[in-house]
């Protein structure tokens, strides 16, 4: 039996009064993308700290291929990179310089070394900037040399710790591609963001965390299924109609509609016959919309639904 | 290009390992010296301004009973400068927790004191440079050694074992504050205590007598009177001992608080 590349049960962390992780588990298959999806400070990073080592759960344990982050970190070591939130590279050093220190660092036997850093550099289109200081880089360049980095060694498992925050949209579709590659040869990937667009394309699995839990967790398909097949978007000229409208298909629908400024959401089952009772109960009110839309859901649907508990208490 | 497959890694040994990646670490250092040139200016310029400043200005009001003053500042200014660079030593790793550097360098199987080992080799070689300046300077304002070649290159080998010792210290000070600006900040007080209160430009006993016995054995003037001793051909094995006691004893403490730092830092 092997192990699932990563395995976290019940982890609790908390820092001084704050809880930064509420009894978290999840479970990573072996060439899978997983992604950990949740807002600024939901636990995403806590999480990646400890599956790293660089921290220890308060409760509950963590597992790389089987290994313990606390009683065997070094043999974890050994099979994960890691792209933090920060490109961490050395500035005054050339890209090269770079790739090899790390292929240094992590005992790459110095005659395949230079083989391996030329490889990477190729593949991630450094070759020609190999030579020049990460100083002069572009946002893009550094974060392709700083996934390079974590892979010189050849993990098996890679953490992405919101690899595409502040980068432009090129650059992320060409990090998203080069995930993409790297699943194809089996690596494991566990991946942080905000985007869902990101989650969306690249994970196989999704969990959604939100204040330091895991709120949900599925296939993206899954997720979406969540919310209902459909959802409907009845857009209104002034606040006081919204609230209006939303206390009336509360009280006559019974399921409540969630509010975003002007316009009020319907997830349903059946989308047109939702639409239809929706506007029959407004039209007898005399509550006219300005915009109606009927569209399948979102991941953002997903994620606004399952968090709105939380978001709104706050 | 096959990324998951399950063969353990090959590891050399432990301490071997712990060398070659010190080694490796340095060698980033050395070429960031290299590459960014300010970066030693800050460690270059200060001892040679000292220099200046005691031997022109408040250096004949500072008498040495049975020697020239400058046979008695030069070595003082080889403990200065072993301590400034300890302080850059403190905002270079500041500057790598800030940088994120810190925290890469944590999840990869370098072992643990190797990334803190590879600057502080690095910023000792800087050390040695600066040595040569201060030294050079030194016999053009008439620093004339009594003690023979090898005595005072063994002054300053055990003056900069001496700076390696203490860089610990403001290594652990650093990698605890986490960015440069503050490092500077924080490690200007135990430097001041480190310098101004020891046998570095002024003989202890013209200081208030209740400082006296901490000035005359704090480990920077242990350190000094030893390299003194070498330097002027005085050399008592006793003033070496201490001074090599004091070594050990700085790294006993540390080394592990260092560490420590550095795996919060991560």
Do not use: C
């Amino acid at each position: 039996m092997t192990a699932p590349a990563i395995l976290v049960e019940h982890v609790r962390k908390s820092f001084g009064e704050v809880t930064a992780l509420d009894d978290v588990s999840f479970k990573v298959e072996r060439g899978e993308v997983f992604a950990l999806l949740g807002r600024n400070g939901a636990g995403k990073t806590s999480t990646v700290r400890i599956l790293t080592t660089n921290s220890t759960p308060d409760a509950g344990r963590a597992e790389v291929l089987g290994l313990d982050t606390v009683r065997q970190a070094a043999q974890v070591r050994n099979r994960i990179g890691l792209t933090g939130q920060y490109a961490a590279v050395d500035d005054n050093l050339t890209g090269r310089e770079n790739l090899r220190l790390i292929g240094r660092l992590t005992h790459v036997p110095r005659r395949e070394l230079a083989d391996r850093v030329d490889g990477l550099l190729d593949r991630f289109g450094l070759t020609e900037v190999a030579d020049r200081p990460v100083k002069g880089y572009s946002g893009g360049t550094r974060r392709r040399l700083d996934v390079a980095s974590a892979l010189v060694h050849k993990p098996p498992v890679l953490f992405l710790d919101e690899p595409t925050t502040g980068l432009d949209l090129e650059s992320r579709l060409a990090l998203w591609d080069m995930v993409k590659e790297l699943v194809a040869e089996g690596t494991a990937v566990l991946l942080t963001t905000q985007y869902l667009e990101e989650a969306d394309r690249l994970a196989q699995q999704i969990a959604v965390i939100d204040g330091g839990r895991v709120v949900a967790e599925g296939s993206p398909a899954e997720l979406k299924a969540k919310v209902g097949a459909s959802v409907v978007e009845i857009g209104f000229a002034q606040e006081e109609l919204v609230r209006q409208a939303a206390d009336l298909l509360t009280r006559l629908e019974g399921s409540a509609p969630q509010r975003e400024g002007t316009v009020l959401r319907l997830n349903a089952d059946d989308g047109a016959a939702a639409t239809m009772r929706a506007m029959t109960i407004l039209d007898a009110h005399s509550l006219m919309p300005t915009t109606l839309a009927l569209r399948e859901p979102s991941l953002d649907d997903a994620f606004l639904a399952l968090t709105a508990h939380t978001g709104e208490s706050a | 290009m096959t990324t998951a497959t399950e063969t353990t890694p090959r590891q050399p040994g432990a301490l071997s390992a712990a060398i070659s990646d010190s080694f490796a670490v340095a060698g980033r250092n050395l070429l960031n010296y290299r590459r960014v040139p300010s970066l030693l200016m800050a460690s270059t310029v200060q001892p040679v301004m000292t220099v200046l400043l005691f031997y022109f200005i408040f250096g004949g009001a500072i008498p040495v009973p049975g020697h020239e003053y400058v046979d008695y500042l030069i070595p003082g200014i080889l403990g200065w400068s072993v301590i400034i660079g300890a302080q850059g030593t403190a905002v270079g790793l500041a500057a790598d927790v800030k940088a994120g550097l810190v925290q890469r360098m944590w999840s990869l199987p370098v072992s643990r004191p190797a990334f803190l080992a590879g600057r502080i080799i690095a910023d000792t070689v800087r050390n040695a440079v600066v040595a040569v300046i201060v030294l050079g300077m030194g016999l053009l304002l008439g620093f004339r050694p009594d003690g023979s070649p090898a005595a005072v290159a063994a002054g300053v080998a055990l003056m900069l074992l001496f700076g390696f010792a203490a860089s610990w210290i403001f290594a652990a000070i650093g990698l605890g504050v986490g960015n440069p600006e503050s490092a500077q900040a924080a490690t200007f007080p135990p430097m001041i205590l480190m310098v101004f209160s020891s046998s570095a430009f002024v003989p202890p006993d013209t200081m208030k007598g209740w400082l006296q016995p901490y000035a005359e054995h704090q480990p920077l003037s242990a350190a000094l009177g030893a390299v003194r001793g070498l330097m002027l051909g005085e050399a008592t094995t006793g003033a070496v001992i201490e001074a090599l006691a004091w070594v050990v004893g700085l790294l006993v403490v540390f080394v592990p608080l260092a560490v420590r730092g550095y795996r919060k830092a991560a």
